[in-house]
């Protein structure tokens, strides 16, 4: 299982990411770099997102994103 709350953590170095429900986008803790820094994170993990294809709203919190990647690793 892939830990996406300790890796927002360690790109946007913020214990806000820690909670399910941080609003990543509104907050700018996940700006551009960091949104194509967790991208290349979860490549290394495996996982394949292509972003022309993903709603924003599914970038939203650290629980959608555990949920969007759960869904794709399936």
């Known amino acids: 299982m892939i830990d996406i709350p300790k890796i927002l953590y360690e790109i946007c170095g913020d214990e806000a990411v820690l909670a399910p429900d941080c609003e990543l986008i509104e907050s700018g803790l996940l700006d551009s770099l960091a949104l194509i820094e967790l991208v290349s994170r979860l490549e290394d993990e495996g996982v394949t997102l292509h972003l022309t294809r993903i709603d924003r709203s599914l970038l939203k919190t650290p629980r ?5 990647v759960n869904k794709t690793n399936r």
């Open 64 to 68: 959608s994103i555990a949920k969007l």
